[in-house]
Structures are given as C-alpha cells and as structure tokens.
C-alpha cells in the first residue's frame, strides 16, 4: 500500500559551495530514500533549500566588503547548480531570504506568541564596544568550557560537539575587532525547553531507543539528562527575520528557529507550484517525516525543532532522524575556511560524467556509525576494483556477447537447470534484501548488496562460459544468455537510488522503459523478454589513471600550502642593538665551490666556499632543501667573521644566510647583481 513521505535534507548554508562531506553526511543518503521510495510506488516529497540567515554569512560578508544578500545569491546559484548536475532529486530546492519563508516563518513566531508559548527576558549578552553591536554566538570565539578547545565559538565547540552559549565561553573575543566584549543588558523571547522535558523523554527516549541509531539517541539522552533549559530564538542582529511583536526592533529570528521552519516553506513553495495541498505532508498523521542531517545538527531536528512543532500543536513529529557522523579528508578534518576539502562544482568539473562514481565511493565508505575518512586512492579503487570490474564488466559482457550470438537481439531460452534456477531465484531475492538496508538506513550495506547482484552475474558466466558453450550447445547458450540478461535488467532498476546516472545509461543499452518497478524484480517471472532488441555495448565507468588522482593529490597539498602561507605568523623582532652591534657583523659575498652530504646526518651539507678572503669550510643545515649538485655555483651571503663551531668533527667557518618561504621552503640570500664579485661587504 502506498504511503506518504516528506523527507528533509539539512538546509545548507549559503556561504560556499557544498563538498564531499556535506554529500556524504546528508544529501547522498537522503537522495537514495528518496529514490528508493518512489520506485517502491510511494508519494514522496523530498525537499530542501538554502539556508541564508547564518551568521557566518555575515561575517563573509564583511570580510568581501559586499552584503548579505550579495553573499546568499551567488551561493545560492551555484549550490542549486551542483545539486541538479550532480543528480539530487529534490521536489523542491527554495531559499530562506524567499517572502513565502519570511511569511511562514513570521506567523509560525507569532502562534506560539500568541499562545503564549515564549517566555521573555533581559539578559546580559557580549558586547562589542568597539563595533557597536551586540555580539551573535558565531561572532564570538573563546575556550570551550568542557574540553579546552582554544577555537570554539559562541553557539558550539567544533572539537568535541557540545552545543554552547556565548556567555559560557572562557577567555571570549570579538571576531569582528578582536576586543574582549562586555556584557550589556538586551530583551530576547526564550523557546522553554524545561517545559517540553517530559514530552521529549516520552517521545524519544521511550519511544525510539530501538529504532533511532545510537550515536542520534545517544546525544539526544545526554542533553535530555542534563537538564533543558530555556533556549533564545531572537537575536541582535540586522541580517534576518525581523521578530514581529512590537518593541524587537533591531532584532531578528535566531537561525535555528527559522532554519527548519524552511522545511515547511519549501513545501508551501511546491504545492503552489504544483497546485497541490501543502499541509497533509506536515500534519496528516500517516504521514512519516524524516530529517537527514550531520551529527551537528542533531540536537536542532531532535530536540528544538520538535518542542516548537508541539508546542505549535498542529504538526507531525519526525519518525526517523538517520544523522551520520562526519567525513574527514586525506585524515584531516574536511575545513571550508582551510580549503581543505573536494568541493563539489571542482568535482563536477574535473570528472564529468562521473557522478556515480563519488556517489558510490561515498556511499560505500559512509560515515554512518562513526567518523570515516575519505581518500583518492580509496576512491580510485572503488571505481577501478568494483564499478570498473565487477559491475561495469559484468554488463559490458552480456551487450556485447548478446549483439555478437544474436544481433542484439534477446534469445529463447530452453529448459532452465538447477543453476539457473537458483540463479535466478537469488535475483528475485535482492529486492528485499537492499530494501531490508535502505529501510534501516544501513546505505552503505545496501551499495555493497547491489554489487553482491552484479558478483552474482559475473560468477553465472564465469560458470557458464557462454563464449565456450555457443560452439558446441546453441541452445545451452540461449538461455544462459536470457538469464544473465535476466540480472543485468535488475540491475538497471535496483541500481537507480545508488546510482541514478548509471541507471539511465543501463536502461537505455537495454533499451527498457520504466516498466519494471523495484517488487516487479522479485514478482515478475520475465524482465525483459526474449525477443526484445537491446543496444549496442557503451561502457558504464571508465578506469581512472594513476596520474588523475595524483593530480586531485596535487590540489590538496597546494591548497595546505597556501593555507598555511596565508596563516604564517611573522616572527616577532628581537632586541634592539645599535650600530656597533651590527657593525661588529662581518658579511661578505661567496661562491659555493663544493658540496657534499655530511655522512650520517640528515639536514647537514658540508660546503667549500670562495669568499674572496679564501676558501673555507662552513657546513650548513639546508640538505633537506637542496642536493649537493644544486647548489654548487650558487652565489651566497656569508657572515665570515663568526667564531668556528666543530659540527660531527669537522669545523664550520661561518654562516650562509637564508631565509623561509611563507610555504617553509629554503631560499638563499643572493647578491645577485652583476659586477658583485666574491668577498665585497654586505653593509
């Protein structure tokens, strides 16, 4: 029987584009509940939207000297872009600064006003004196309270996850001027989580400790066990939602009370356009709701967003919150500020066509339990080593040796033998068990079930040998090719929620319609009949070169580099000296005439240099940086006046000058003028 589902994918902020973590954590896993849930014949709303009130938008804001607004459309268009390209089948995509959102979310404020469900108060909140404004959580960073991390900011302590107040901060800062704030006295309206305790226990701690996943009720019982309390869902800001009761002038609706309620705007936004009614998705009790969100944002979709659709009265709660962990990146932690990550529209456009692939690597190292990381080695591998050869060659031969025996044409097949009956009776069993890992949120299990299905063809020919058969049994090999073309028809549908390109491309060689639905695979005795002309071979995925990853490689060290030259500290002066301090000095310009490797030490070069007064010996801690053959001729700065200093035996008479890059390479300080001949001071 047909169901209905509004399933939500977290609204991503609009201040950079989406990257693999995002894909991985959130809109993979939800684009394949989405998809497995209408082939299984059920209404489905998948919505989303962009998240433009952050107050990390601001802050980029500033820091380009553009405005908000500017920030949230260019971000908009391309996150929007990235999620069509790359296969995201979202109902609706719509946007928070939208007036169909203002409004909903407006009125929403006002219900629970109105029925007096907010509490308000005057509290002290951090104050910039020098910026003049009062300081929103993400304006602010400190040391968290709980684990020391020097980095947290205002709302929540990115280290170890806990969810914070501004004022809990030790030792806060402004991160507009960089000045310790004060506190000043402000009026906000509070959202009394208290007061919904006993509801959220009931519901979620009674009602879903066996259906929920642990790391989700985990975090849920522990904030729960530590006591609600009243949470703000205004702030002093002028990017926002204005609050809609008189005497809030200057404030706007907190990010998180506006954020989800997204949701239901989206949903607003796409029963307009389709002329349909908005509201059994989010109150018709038959209905299941769904939020697909990062382990960050677990207490907002499990504990603040529900207590507001009680306290509403009217809403649905959510039936699952299927929240992954995070995903980390070559074993650092993917960073947006950093660049330390693959974005998504860089993927799209070194990699066309090849959607499915990251689709499948990500799904396939999924970080549902815990933290999981993602590499391009494992990356290549997964396409190389399982869509390449196993999936890709498994279809690859059935087309081709199908147009070679039978002109594509799908033959006859006899009587069916024991192996082709078990053969085909496992095929009829894969619906239910990819189902059986879908419907438990396990992806990750069902990608690897899909290619168990193609192992299972794979394996059927290599016993079979159809290549061997066709010269000595004709019509032994008709049925072994009906069958094996049997399983690449199943594949076509059940591979869809997993890899959705892949599955057009599949059904297209096969030349099928959308006749067969994912029961069809386990109920129909006859996928695709003999008679049926199929295509010619094209082949599914291509094997990715050594020298591609390197290059995706390449990208991320140079990222890093350019990160840490940006971040690189200058070294402080040092003491002051005078004239004759510095006249004592003695530097003179040499020529390296020699240079060899200083035995059993690793950073020392032993170099020969002409510095006009003579020849001598200075040994010189560059060999990390540079070969003995590289620097011999070089021009150098030499202080020849420095006291001798026995070094693994041999004596060093003086320094070379150097100097490090901002990315910590190694650079001479060279007279390099012509004219400038050997043994000339340096003054």
């Known amino acids: 029987m047909s169901k209905r589902y509004t399933i939500t994918a977290a609204l991503p902020y609009t201040n950079g584009p989406i990257h693999i973590g995002h894909l991985a954590g959130v809109y993979v896993p939800a684009d394949i509940y989405a998809r497995y849930l209408r082939l299984t014949g059920n209404d489905v709303l998948f919505i989303c939207g962009s998240d433009e009130h952050g107050v990390p938008i601001t802050i980029k804001a500033k820091k380009e000297g553009v405005t908000p607004q500017d920030i949230v459309d260019k971000y908009h268009a391309i996150i929007k872009t990235s999620f069509e390209d790359f296969g995201v089948s979202f109902d609706n995509y719509s946007r928070t600064s939208a007036k169909i959102h203002h409004d909903t979310a407006s009125e929403f404020f006002t219900t629970l006003y109105d029925k007096g469900e907010f509490t308000e108060e005057t509290t ?96 849920v019982k522990s904030w729960i066990d530590d006591g609600l309390r009243p949470r ?102 993917l960073s947006t500020s950093k660049n330390w990550a693959v974005w998504l529209p860089e993927y799209l456009e070194d990699f066309p066509g090849q959607q499915d692939v990251l689709r499948y690597a990500l799904t396939a190292n999924a970080p549902e339990t815990k933290d999981n990381d993602f590499t391009w080695k494992d990356f290549q591998a997964r396409n190389n080593n399982e869509l390449v050869a196993i999936f890709g060659n498994f279809i690859n031969r059935v087309v081709v040796l199908t147009n070679k025996y039978y002109n594509g044409v799908i033959p006859t097949p006899g009587d069916f033998s024991d192996i082709d009956e078990e053969t085909l009776a496992a095929l009829k069993a894969y619906p239910s068990v990819i189902s059986s890992s879908i419907e438990r949120y396990r992806f990750r299990e069902g990608s690897q079930e899909l290619m168990n299905l193609a192992r299972l063809g794979n394996k059927y020919l290599a016993d079979e040998e159809p290549w061997k058969k066709i010269k000595v049994d004709e019509a032994r090999t008709q049925t072994i090719m009906f069958v094996a073309l049997q399983i690449a028809s199943g594949l076509a549908t059940l591979c869809e929620p997993f890899l959705p390109f892949t599955s057009a491309k599949l059904k297209g060689i096969l030349n099928l319609s959308d006749e067969n639905t994912w029961d069809s695979i386990s109920t129909k005795e006859v996928l ?6 199929i295509g010619k071979a094209e082949l599914l995925f291509t094997k990715i070169e050594d020298d591609t990853i390197q290059n995706q490689l390449d990208k991320l060290i140079a990222s890093k580099k350019a990160n840490e030259a940006a971040n690189k500290v ?31 030490a690793k950073k020392l070069l032993v170099l020969k240099v002409d510095t006009g007064l003579d020849v001598r010996t200075i040994v010189s801690g560059i060999a990390e940086s540079f070969k003995p053959e590289d620097v011999v001729g070089k021009r150098v700065t030499v202080l020849v006046n420095l006291a001798p200093r026995a070094l693994r035996g041999v004596d060093s008479e003086g320094m070379i000058l150097m100097t490090e890059t901002a990315e910590g390479k190694l650079v001479f300080v060279n007279p390099d003028e012509k004219g400038v001949t050997n043994g000339l001071q340096i003054s």
Request: charged share 30%; glycine share 8%; proline share 6%.
């Open 124 to 219: 002290e909140q951090l104050y910039d004196e020098e910026a003049n404004q009062f300081l929103a959580d993400r304006f602010v960073t400190g040391t968290c309270p709980k684990c020391g991390n020097e980095e947290a900011y205002g709302d929540q302590c990115e280290k170890c996850g806990s969810s914070l107040n501004a004022t809990d901060l030790i030792n806060p800062k402004s991160a507009i001027t960089g000045n310790v704030p004060t506190l000043k006295q402000t009026k906000h309206w509070f959202l009394p989580l208290d007061k919904h305790e006993d509801f959220l226990k009931d519901w979620i701690l009674k009602g879903h400790k066996k259906d929920w996943k642990p790391n989700v009720y985990g975090q």
């Open 232 to 333: 703000a869902v205004t702030r002093d800001l002028d990017w926002g939602i204005p609050v809609p009761v008189e005497g809030a002038e200057g404030k706007v609706l907190y990010v998180w009370f506006d954020a989800p309620i997204g949701y239901i705007s989206s949903t607003k936004e796409w029963a307009a356009r389709e002329g349909k009614d908005w509201e059994p998705y989010w109150k018709d009790k038959d209905t299941t709701l769904v939020h697909f969100i990062g382990k960050d944002n677990i207490v907002f979709h499990c504990i603040i967003f529900p207590a507001m659709l009680k306290a509403e009265g009217s809403y649905i709660l959510p039936e699952n919150v299927p929240a992954n962990e995070f995903l980390n990146l070559e074993g650092n932690k």
């Open 528 to 533: 695709v009949p003999a008679g049926h002309q």
């Open 570 to 600: 200058v070294e402080p002066q040092k003491d002051t000296i005078t004239f004759d301090d510095f006249s004592k000095l003695d530097l003179r310009v040499g020529t390296i005439l020699e240079a060899e490797k200083m035995p059993k």
